[in-house]
């Protein structure tokens, strides 16, 4: 089971970005998945949200209206539009597996090891 | 938005000892909390998840408990790997909000 980040690097302020999340050796099209991200020395901070289908989507608020995050068969997105210096962070992908058929509690069980976006002025 | 405030900020503790971390919600999360681990420079790792259930291949050492808005992390016997920093998180409803995190220093 692994994921794998792309598409972080060097971008002007105003600027875009797409960031990618390969995934391999799980089904995919059964999981959430998620976006958290990290800025320098600090916590870390949730981003996004996607169902298996694509039909749902959550943002927080920071990144409402800039972020959209999408999904194919293989691999997660995350376009970035409209960036700041808040934004510059690593940018880590991780699978949702859900506990309890009731509670449907979702827990962040995979990570991939991040791609950092520097946002410059 | 659930605030998630984690207590103490940071500590310092030696190998073989043993390390609560806090961490409370501002309001009734049930136990819909996670615990995770990340080592300086590499990706988070999960912990414990829905409160108190310790997620597959993870240590004995680690143990979680609590539920409404207090919850703990116990880790038994601190081991060289575990200096490293630990966040909450709750999974309770939108936005998903992590606590501030707990840096565990080598004394």
């Known amino acids: 089971v692994q994921l794998a980040e792309s598409g972080g690097g060097l971008v002007q302020s105003g600027g875009s970005l797409r960031l990618s999340c390969a995934a391999s050796g799980f089904t995919f099209r059964s999981y959430w998945m998620t976006w958290v991200r990290q800025a320098p020395g600090k916590g870390l901070e949730w981003v996004a949200n996607i169902k298996q289908d694509g039909t749902e989507k959550y943002y927080a608020d920071s990144v409402k209206g800039r972020f959209t995050i999408s999904r194919d068969s293989a691999t997660l997105f995350l376009q970035i539009n409209s960036l700041g210096a808040e934004d510059t962070a690593v940018y880590y992908c991780a699978r949702i597996a859900i506990f309890g058929v009731i509670e449907g509690m979702h827990i962040m069980d995979v990570w991939g090891q991040g791609t950092t976006v520097t946002v410059s002025s | 938005d659930i605030q998630m405030t984690q207590s103490p900020s940071s500590l310092s503790a030696s190998v073989g000892d043993r390390v609560t971390i806090t961490c409370r919600a501002s309001?009734?999360?049930?136990?819909?909390l996670n615990w995770y681990r990340q080592r300086a420079g590499k990706a988070p790792q999960l912990l414990i998840y829905?409160?108190?259930n310790l997620h597959s291949g993870v240590p004995s050492r680690f143990s979680g408990s609590g539920s409404g808005t207090a919850f703990t992390l116990t880790i038994s016997s601190l081991q060289p790997e575990d200096f490293a920093t630990y966040y909450c998180q709750q999974s309770y409803n939108m936005p998903r909000t992590f606590g501030q995190g707990t840096k565990v220093e080598i004394e």
């Open positions: 829905a409160a108190s």
């Open positions: 309001q009734s999360i049930s136990t819909f």
